[in-house]
């Protein structure tokens, strides 16, 4: 064996001590089967091949949108039939690349798509400016006389109530063609991240050596051994504060794309522009803030219970996640995740028990952290004509159990969507996309709660839903609040660097937690390390989305199978009507606060429980 062969050997080994598992040595079972799409890749090549040939058929349509119905419907139909194909070679080289991110193979694929979809879009770009050219009157002439036309009556609605934000043909061509440039800060900034950071090896808990990873991180932070903690959380830092110019760079970059949009579609401000997308007015945003900003004691108090039960001199980021009840800590095993889901989920019935067992039973999910995997975890959204698929890193923590419940109900969202809708809205708003997987999660809660084995138990799982509020209310409504001053700071022309981001993102941090928080230096560069900060004004969704879903649940536990049929029927509306209303239809109305109040009051009760049983 040569010099190289043994260092690759070395390498696809696992008999290296604390080194992450390669992906040949897990089952098949706890894998995607990817060729769900496609069997072969050639085939994959094939529709690649004659999507670069679609982009030549919108020529056929380009101008002729206003001469008659006919044409109007074989446009739109053209379109969602490239559309679809698209979705297929698109998901396949993103799933395909998410697995290694050290495969250039898929890396490549990934890069050929963007590069195709921008394309794609360029040439499609003149079909909205076309159809906003035709009087209203005339373009509902156009669906008495072609009825399959009525189908796009709410996309028309739509087009002409941003009328005021679209561009000529060729300005939306031109956008359409800055797109990729425009992906390119969070693309690098994910490679960096998931690939290319290096990060530090310490001892854990046990005195064993291992390398610091983004899964290994978060498991740590649950740790009893406080300075096992302290050291995994420095340690995850140390690739980002190294690198904290490049990575200031690329946030800038990504926040200058947004300004350059906004101003090309004549919006006031980076913010009104990201949420009309889903009109959503802008008062919903900053009335988030400023309600929880009014009710900072809620999380004061909790910090407080925190400190004290652990008997801490002072109180760092890296205490905020340990339980205060070591004795009931469990393990689970992802088999073991897949039955508590289940039985938490029964409440909304069987119908969606089907659906889940059929995602389980048919590998629609890679489970286990693996070298050069993607970090975190995701639902892919809806894939016309094929199913959803979910990414995990499973670490056998009850936060993954939590993991499972949250991106199984995005999962099971796309699936009711995509299986209820046309083409047209067979996706759903940022706005409610938190809705349905935070749902599952509250009724995971509900359940462990109910069905817990001991007092001690019925503690640790009332302190896992304060530890969510926290980091899916407050944190993400912190976070919201960060995207807002550093996009209102670069609107005013000011420079967004390393030194302006941490002083904004460490003021907010002690605000928010109040004097019992000691800001460590390692948390004011949290800017640089995550990825939804490169997602454009979505964090605060977790917030709404998180109260939304508690409403839902409260009324599917007081009302039964009325309430499941509404939410079901949530889960099949899709796009097919604006965000604020299906959740209206739902039951729920997020233009009032009581979602929000409902929040704080729920727990502020679990704190009066937690603080009377201990």
């Known amino acids: 064996m040569n010099n190289s062969q043994g260092r690759k050997a070395r390498f696809e080994s696992d008999e290296i001590k604390g080194s992450l598992k390669i992906r040949s040595h897990i089952d098949d079972k706890y894998k995607w089967n990817l060729t769900d799409i496609y069997e072969e890749e050639q085939k994959w090549e094939e529709d690649f091949a004659n999507l670069e040939k679609s982009i030549e058929g919108y020529k056929a349509f380009t101008g002729q949108l206003t001469a008659a119905a006919k044409v109007l419907l074989e446009c739109l139909k053209f379109d969602e039939q490239t559309g679809t194909l698209l979705s297929w070679v698109y998901h396949y080289a993103s799933l395909a690349k998410d697995i290694d991110l050290n495969d250039t193979k898929y890396q490549s694929l990934y890069d050929r798509c963007s590069v195709l979809a921008s394309r794609i879009s360029a040439a499609s770009s003149f079909i909205k400016p076309e159809i906003l050219t035709i009087p209203k009157e005339k373009l509902w002439a156009f669906m008495d006389e072609e009825p399959e036309l009525r189908i796009y009556d709410h996309l028309f609605e739509e087009y002409f ?364 560069y949290s800017w640089a390390r995550i990825p939804h900060f490169y997602y454009n004004f979505y964090v605060y969704q977790y917030a709404t989305g998180f109260a939304a879903s508690l409403a839902l649940v409260d009324k599917i536990k007081e009302e039964g199978a009325p309430a499941v049929s509404r939410y079901l029927e949530f889960l099949r509306s899709g796009n097919s009507d604006y965000p604020i209303n299906i959740l209206k239809k739902a039951g729920v109305d997020m233009m009032t606060p009581e979602p929000v109040m409902a929040v704080i009051n729920r727990m502020n009760r679990y704190m009066d429980e937690i603080e009377s049983l201990l």
């Open 161 to 524: 109530r941003v009328k005021a934000h679209s561009l000529t043909p060729r300005e939306e061509e031109l956008l359409a063609m800055v797109s990729p440039l425009q992906e390119i800060p969070y693309t690098a900034f994910s490679l960096y991240s998931n690939a290319d950071a290096k990060f530090p090896f310490v001892k854990d808990d046990k005195g064993d050596e291992i390398q610091m990873s983004h899964g290994r991180y978060y498991s740590a932070l649950e740790s009893t051994d406080r300075e096992y903690r302290k050291r995994a959380y420095r340690a995850f830092y140390v690739p980002f504060i190294e690198n904290k110019n490049t990575l200031a760079a690329l946030f800038n970059g990504n926040v200058k794309g947004l300004i350059f949009n906004t101003r090309a579609r004549n919006y006031s401000s980076t913010l009104e522009a990201s949420l009309d997308a889903n009109n959503v007015p802008v008062a919903v945003y900053t009335s988030l803030i400023d309600t929880v900003n009014m009710h900072l004691k809620s999380l004061n108090r909790w910090a407080g219970i925190k400190k004290r039960v652990l008997k801490l001199d002072d109180f760092h980021a890296y205490d905020t996640y340990v339980t205060l009840f070591p004795s009931v800590q469990k393990k689970y095993t992802y088999e073991e995740g897949i039955e508590i889901v289940l039985k938490a989920l029964e409440p909304l019935g069987q119908d969606y028990r089907n659906h889940l067992l059929k995602a389980f039973g048919n590998r629609w999910i890679d489970v286990f952290e693996t070298r050069g995997k993607k970090s975190g975890a995701y639902s892919s959204g809806t894939i016309i004509g094929i199913h959803p698929y979910v990414l995990l890193n499973w670490n056998d923590q009850l936060g993954d159990v939590f993991t499972l419940a949250h991106e199984m109900g995005h999962n099971m969202h796309s699936y009711y969507t995509q299986n209820a809708q046309p083409y047209v809205y067979a996706d759903y708003s940022i706005f409610v996309a938190e809705v349905a997987s935070t749902a599952n999660e509250a009724l995971l809660q509900e359940y462990l709660i109910e069905n817990a084995g001991s007092k001690e138990e019925k503690l640790a799982l009332i302190e896992n839903f304060l530890n969510s509020v926290t980091t899916t209310f407050f944190r993400q409504t912190r976070f919201a609040e960060f995207e807002k001053l550093v996009n209102e700071a670069a609107e005013k022309g000011d420079s967004l660097t390393p030194d302006l981001l941490c002083t904004i993102y460490s003021a907010l941090e002690e605000k928010y937690w109040g004097p019992i928080m000691t800001v460590d230096e390692e948390e004011s």
